[in-house]
């Protein structure tokens, strides 16, 4: 079967940091181009991260640049989002995609992916 999970999801305080995980079972991940992508309550899916399988380059929307990164482990067969100075507005269910084309040539809506994760929920606790 194949499919993703996404772990690592929880309660922070604002500025705090989380590391969530994306792990594919059934296929392997460094074919794919693998995107983040995160949806609040009420409001439209949005890209926040992608990683290319051809050259590991790496793109970033603007709201998360300087504080996400993105990158995979091969071996491991899972792809991370690397999450700090976490903001309110980042709450939100974050889900991991993979595109078999393997480099990101879309990662604002997601558009196009094989396949999607079920989500991990990143909630403010303040």
């Known amino acids: 079967q194949l499919q993703l999970v996404e772990s690592g999801g929880g309660l922070v305080q604002p500025g705090g940091s989380l590391r969530l995980s994306c792990v594919a079972t059934?296929?392997?991940?460094?074919?794919?181009?693998i995107g983040w992508f995160r949806q609040a309550p009420g409001k439209e899916r949005e890209g926040v991260a992608c990683?290319?399988?051809?050259?590991?380059?790496?793109y970033y929307v603007d709201f998360v640049k300087g504080r996400f990164s993105i990158s995979r482990d091969n071996a491991g067969n899972t792809v991370y989002l690397h999450m700090n100075s976490l903001k309110p507005e980042d709450t939100a269910v974050y889900s991991c995609?993979?595109?078999?084309?393997?480099?990101?040539?879309?990662?604002?809506?997601?558009?196009?992916?094989?396949?999607w994760g079920q989500g991990t929920q990143v909630t403010d606790s303040s």
């Open positions: 059934g296929f392997f991940l460094d074919y794919y181009a």
């Open positions: 990683i290319s399988s051809v050259d590991d380059n790496t």
């Open positions: 995609a993979a595109d078999a084309i393997g480099y990101c040539r879309e990662y604002v809506q997601g558009d196009g992916y094989d396949y």
